[in-house]
């Protein structure tokens, strides 16, 4: 192995020990017990009587809700098994720079490398740049805070560090499960079609599904154990099998536009010490790299001949998540119940922040999409964001009382959300 190479993961290794001891958490363990062992001890622990059975039962509460939260858990776990390549995972994590990752967050990132690295030709304008960094960035993830990723230059080696919090994967998994189920896909497709070619204001609920009562509860769940515990949300929620494709495109575009972002930076040299030009400030340096991102994900959308009105969706469902969480904590912060509009138009950064205010970047990618597409298409992406912010709407006026409630005389978890420990030189 290049020795450089093997310096850098050592690199890797020594940021996240110290990353997670500063939080007092342990990092996850680098030999993991293999997924067959796994998927029998949870099958072993959701059984009659098993372990989940006894901790709900001490819980208390109606037997029937108990009986009806076993039985969601384990068609869940099925589902999870069914859905995971173990030999693909575990192959990942064996290949991983470093070994204190999740085997699961080591495929995301290794199968999300390959499709930025290999754009190639559709990317003409990327193609010498990202032909320069090809096996010279290494991703993994790291307990940041922040419901997104930073890029590091290895110290005195020619190698960048691309890392997720690995709350992120987790986050944007329950996210796009209870958006999908909230939104008829097909439905959405015809009305953004329709809207990009009449420029006519559409009814958005039109493509909303009002009867999924799962939508609202699972959303709950997951600002719950956010806000509350600190946690990540619960993994074994039942998915509804028509919606997961959809919800697979959601996560997978949207951890497409964050990686392409870092890629940005990566590509504009940002976390070098003399990378950008003199004078050019934080936050111009993010727009940048949302530009160049825009350009990675159109390029990405071309290769695999994605509808063009339809490849910026994981972004907006992106940034709106981001938007919702936001809101979320300034609702519980003050008190006071608030909207994605209002998170719009005042949302202040914060100094801990390492991204400029969602609503600026918003801003800025939008006016790309326009300066980019025909007006028809352009319309058709607005659509979906417009279609994104009112269902986060919706669903906090149905959250924001039950959390407030919950929140009261409580105080917020310390959790991963909260500020965080600067690393050197990340951006
Ligand atoms: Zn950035």
């Not at 190639?120 to 805070?145: F, I, N, Q, Y």
């Not at 799962?214 to 929620?237: D, E, S, T, W």
Request: aromatic share 8%.
């Amino acid at each position: 192995m290049d020795p450089e190479l093997q310096k850098a993961g050592s690199y890797l290794q020594t940021l996240q020990l110290s990353a997670y001891r500063g939080r007092g958490i342990d990092p996850p363990p680098p030999n993991p017990v293999p997924l067959a062992q796994q998927f029998a001890e949870s099958r072993e622990a959701l059984k009659d009587g098993g372990a989940v059975e006894r901790t709900l039962a001490e819980e208390g509460g109606d037997p029937l809700v108990r009986a009806r939260i076993l039985a969601d858990m384990r068609v869940a776990l099925d589902q999870y098994i069914a859905a995971t390549a173990v030999a693909a995972v575990e192959a990942a994590h064996a290949a991983a720079p470093s070994p204190y990752i999740e085997p699961r967050h080591a495929l995301i990132l290794q199968s999300m490398r390959q499709r930025v690295e290999s754009l190639g030709r559709a990317a003409p304008d990327l193609t010498g740049r990202l032909a320069e960094v090809t096996g010279r960035v290494l991703l993994s993830t790291l307990p940041t805070g922040e419901l997104n990723a930073v890029s590091v230059r290895a110290r005195d080696l020619p190698f960048y560090l691309i890392l997720f919090d690995p709350i992120f994967f987790d986050i944007l998994d329950s996210f796009s499960e209870f958006y999908a189920r909230a939104i008829d896909g097909e439905a959405a497709l015809k009305a953004a079609y329709e809207y990009g070619h009449s420029g006519v204001d559409p009814d958005l609920t039109r493509v909303m599904r009002g009867e999924d009562r799962l939508v609202v509860g699972n959303c709950m769940m997951a600002l719950q154990a956010f806000f509350f515990r600190g946690v990540p949300p619960q993994r074994y929620v039942p998915r509804r099998a028509q919606s997961e494709q959809f919800a697979t495109f959601l996560r997978e575009t949207a951890g497409l536009f964050v990686i392409a972002h870092e890629y940005g930076h990566v590509l504009l040299r940002h976390p070098d010490p003399q990378g950008a030009p003199p004078n050019q400030s934080r936050v111009d340096k993010e727009f940048a790299a949302d530009r160049i991102a825009c350009g990675i994900v159109m390029a990405y959308g071309e290769s695999v001949r994605s509808p063009r009105d339809m490849r910026f969706m994981g972004t907006h469902f992106f940034l709106v998540a981001v938007l919702l969480i936001a809101a979320v904590r300034r609702t519980l912060e003050t008190g006071v119940a608030c909207r994605i509009a209002d998170m719009i138009a005042t949302q202040a950064p914060r100094p801990e922040d390492t991204h400029p205010a969602t609503s600026l970047r918003l801003a800025v990618i939008n006016h790309w999409l326009e300066q980019t597409y025909p007006p028809a298409l352009y319309r058709g992406t607005q659509y979906y964001a417009a279609l994104f912010i009112e269902l986060a709407d919706r669903l906090l006026l149905c959250v924001q009382p039950a959390l407030l409630k919950q929140a009261a005389g409580r105080k917020l978890v310390a959790g991963w959300y909260e500020t965080r420990p600067r690393i050197e030189q990340d951006v």
